[in-house]
């Protein structure tokens, strides 16, 4: 029996942007309407959105393509369809000032930020060239 190795990590690429001046929850507002999504579609939603946030996921975005393509040069962009396998927001570091308050005091302001990472595949790279078609080919035999 031969066993093949696929190269599963090489179909994926990441992109990563830290300490974004936004807050996690404004950025994970617009992850979600891309997550899932074809690149090209989500490129076009991106586009077309009037958070200031969706021009910083349109950016990592076309960065995570740009990863994919150099990581996969014998493939060309148009006959893989590409897709936005992973995409999520996690909180920053805090920036903590102080505003002026009545009476002497001061009420604090927290100025989040985020990080926002980007996981790009080939719809057609997580399928192996050989599938079991019954359930004998799947079972051990038990009295062997």
């Known amino acids: 029996m031969t066993s093949t190795t696929y190269d599963f990590k090489k179909m994926e690429a990441v992109a990563k942007l830290k300490n974004v001046p936004t807050s996690p929850r404004k950025m994970r507002l617009i992850a979600d309407l891309i997550r899932g999504q074809r690149v090209s579609r989500a490129l076009g939603l991106l586009r077309y959105q009037p958070q200031s946030g969706a021009a910083v996921l349109q950016k990592v975005l076309l960065s995570a393509v740009a990863n994919w393509q ?75």
């Not at 996690?90 to 990080?115: T, V, Y």
């Open 70 to 144: 150099q990581k996969n040069e014998e493939m060309s962009i148009e006959e893989a369809d590409l897709f936005i396998k992973t995409i999520f927001v996690d909180g920053g570091p805090m920036l903590k000032r102080l505003r002026a308050a009545p009476q002497g005091r001061g009420h604090r302001i927290r100025k989040r930020s985020n990080h926002i990472t980007i996981v790009v595949d080939n719809k057609v790279s997580n399928e192996p060239d050989y599938m079991p078609t019954s359930l004998e080919e799947t079972q051990t035999p038990q009295n062997a």
